[in-house]
């Protein structure tokens, strides 16, 4: 069992940027690939940005692709998502989510379906 716990939301201008920090509970965070999804009123939630349990490298929809920065620390079981040059586009609430994976697994998980435990979710809003 996992708990996970989204912070760092808020209200923001076009160009700023922001932080969002997702702790999660429980035993062995390193066995679980992590990924951040964001849904917007009205639309699917949709993939942000994700690691994979073999080399933890990051992949990123095409929408946030160099700008946006996953990160995670195993140490203190947490997941950080950095946004920067935030668009009004990138309103939405975003959840922090987790997949339990074996070991040298080297699969991205980009549906939601895919993920067995998610947070409450923080709300982005970007005015202009």
């Known amino acids: 069992q996992v708990r996970l716990i989204e912070s760092g939301g808020g209200l923001v201008q076009t160009g700023e940027s922001l932080k969002l920090s997702c702790t999660a509970s429980?035993?062995?965070?390193?066995?679980?690939?992590m990924g951040w999804f964001r849904q917007s009123p009205g639309k699917e939630r949709e993939f942000v940005a994700g690691?994979?349990?073999?080399?933890?490298?990051?992949k990123y929809s095409y929408s946030v692709q160099g700008r946006f920065s996953f990160s995670r620390d195993n140490a203190k079981n947490m997941v950080y998502l950095e946004m920067n040059g935030l668009t009004l586009e990138d309103t939405a609430i975003y959840y922090c989510?987790?997949?339990?994976?074996?070991?040298?697994?080297?699969?991205?998980?980009?549906?939601?379906?895919?993920?067995?435990?998610w947070g409450q979710g923080t709300q982005v809003t970007v005015s202009s």
């Open positions: 429980g035993r062995e965070f390193e066995t679980y690939a």
């Open positions: 690691d994979r349990r073999y080399d933890a490298v990051p």
């Open positions: 989510a987790a997949k339990a994976v074996y070991s040298g697994n080297t699969f991205y998980y980009t549906d939601q379906e895919d993920y067995d435990y």
